[in-house]
């Protein structure tokens, strides 16, 4: 089957996986006697699988001139093409929608966005749990192509830190590529038999641990898949609806880990101890950590300045059920899964914040760590900038102070780590400009349409609720908008530099 795999592109695999996947809720379907879902997703399951036969054998043993530039390609075309496979049980699972917006709802649930265009009583559980799929099939993908396509080609995060070009394909990682000049398609079939069951298991522990806590195994089991997909994706009305209460965001708390370090998962760190210490020497979770320590308690003390002026400081059950959503909304968003604490909308009132949503789309700005299903600008790139600007202060005072701290690599992650990343976050906010001003020719205002391009760019949909000062409803605007929204979440979730590593001659004449 490995021999099989590695003679077929990367497009039909992944077509394939997407076929065989279709049959999982066919189960949940037939055991809650939903025939119409059952039939819907068999039918659809069974085309498809015999479509990809018939595509696999057209283009077995097919051999591209260039393997590298022909999986990053298909990276691109899955987002293009597969929405359109996956949307095809939710439509007729559905009934009572457009394809358009199915298909918008599975692209946003591919690229782990998890924006939203149903209210949840409208949906059959058994879609709900296929939207849930979607997004966690996402997530993993992301996992295997970050380490396998985008490590190699110096790109997602990747060339703050080597010495190449970004796109150039010349990198080697001892973690990620022992071997650079190994077959992509080796190394992404070897990548996703080691990541995959560690992606599984996590996701069961998790789900598991949910039901555990008292949560419904359906509403659990798409929490922990959109958790470790960091989609947001759920069939009530997020979090606070969830019978596992504090409890159950603890559990999911913990796990947010996994989206902030790729050291968490990631093989070559060895195990145990090994490990731990890998992740605590990474400047990606420290990071984190801080952020999640520091931007709390800022909120705490504005929070406690508020009870102050309304006399409720002698509440301190108040105080620390605000403290609490506060820090879970700061981590949930800093990693772009978009979950809101139960307690958040008691913060916000206890609080008397004009607009705590700015806080949370910053921190989707940031996003998490390189090679996680994060979205955002990632925090390797922020610790790069970070690290450039100590060193201009530093000249400031000393202009002829010469820094060699963190020996050859340190000075490249202050220089040219530093100028290309930020080369990234100029090329973000071109694209949040120029996507604004598209968004904005539609109709919609000048908040909506920041809020809505943050949220797409980000892969953080949940913005839109929360993020303005009042909840933007994603079935409201245009098919022209949705359809920019769109192009929006590939470009978040592949990333600008990918797209124009693409567009460059010479990658093409490699």
Request: proline share 5%; charged share 20%; glycine share 8%.
């Given at each position: 089957m490995r021999r099989i795999l590695l003679e077929l592109p990367l497009i039909v695999i992944l077509m394939g996986i997407c076929a065989v996947m279709m049959y999982l809720p066919v189960f949940h379907a037939v055991t809650v006697r939903d025939w119409l879902s059952a039939r819907s997703f068999f039918y659809a399951g069974t085309l498809f699988l015999v479509l990809v036969i018939f595509l696999g054998i057209a283009t077995f043993h097919m051999k591209p001139r260039s393997l590298a530039r022909s999986h990053l390609t298909a990276l691109v075309a899955a987002y293009a093409l597969l929405p359109f496979m996956l949307a095809w049980p939710f439509y007729e699972a559905v009934g009572n929608t457009t394809y358009f917006n199915a298909w918008f709802e599975m692209l946003s649930s591919l690229t782990t966005t998890g924006a939203t265009l149903f209210e949840p009583e409208r949906l059959r559980e058994t879609v709900h749990l296929w939207r849930a799929i979607v997004g966690w099939m996402g997530g993993l993908f992301i996992w295997v192509t970050a380490a396998a396509i985008m490590a190699p080609l110096n790109l997602g995060g990747f060339e703050v830190t080597s010495m190449a070009r970004p796109g150039s394909g010349s990198r080697r990682d001892r973690v990620l590529d022992a071997d650079a000049q190994t077959d992509p398609r080796e190394r992404l079939v070897r990548l996703a038999l080691q990541m995959g069951p560690v992606y599984i298991a996590l996701t069961g522990v998790l789900w598991i641990s949910l039901v555990g806590a008292g949560e419904d195994p359906l509403i659990a089991i798409c929490h922990a898949m959109s958790v470790l997909s960091t989609s947001g994706i759920s069939p009530v009305d997020g979090l606070s609806e969830a019978r596992a209460g504090l409890v159950g965001e603890a559990m999911i708390l913990f796990f947010?880990?996994?989206?902030?370090?790729?050291?968490?998962?990631?093989?070559?760190?060895?195990?145990?101890?090994?490990?731990?210490?890998?992740?605590?020497?990474?400047?990606?979770?420290?990071?984190?950590?801080?952020?999640?320590?520091?931007?709390?308690?800022?909120?705490?003390?504005?929070?406690?300045?508020?009870?102050?002026?309304?006399d409720d400081v002698a509440d301190l059950g108040a105080a620390l059920r605000a403290l609490w959503g506060a820090v879970f909304s700061v981590a949930s968003f800093l990693t772009t899964t978009g979950f809101t604490s139960a307690e958040w909308g008691g913060t916000e009132t206890w609080s008397g914040l004009q607009t705590p949503g700015m806080v949370l789309m910053g921190l989707a700005l940031v996003g998490g760590g390189v090679a996680t299903t994060a979205g955002g600008v990632k925090l390797l790139r922020v610790y790069a900038l970070y690290k450039h600007g100590h060193r201009e202060m530093e000249r400031l005072v000393h202009p002829h102070s010469i820094s060699g701290s963190g020996g050859a690599f340190g000075r490249h992650m202050r220089r040219r780590g530093a100028y290309i990343a930020w080369l990234f976050f100029m090329l973000y906010a071109m694209s949040l400009a120029g996507i604004s001003a598209m968004l904005a020719a539609t109709g919609l205002t000048f908040e909506q349409s920041m809020v809505l391009s943050l949220s797409a760019l980000s892969t953080a949909g949940q913005l839109a609720e929360v993020g303005g000062g009042g909840a933007i409803s994603y079935i409201q605007v245009t098919d022209t908008a949705k359809t920019i929204l769109a192009g929006a979440m590939v470009v978040g979730r592949v990333e600008a530099l990918a797209l124009i590593a693409l567009l460059n001659p010479e990658f093409w004449r490699a």
């Open positions: 947010f880990v996994f989206a902030f370090s790729r050291k968490t998962f990631s093989p070559g760190y060895g195990y145990g101890p090994d490990r731990i210490s890998a992740v605590y020497r990474d400047v990606e979770a420290r990071i984190a950590f801080y952020t999640i320590i520091l931007v709390p308690s800022a909120l705490f003390l504005r929070h406690w300045i508020g009870a102050f002026e309304v």
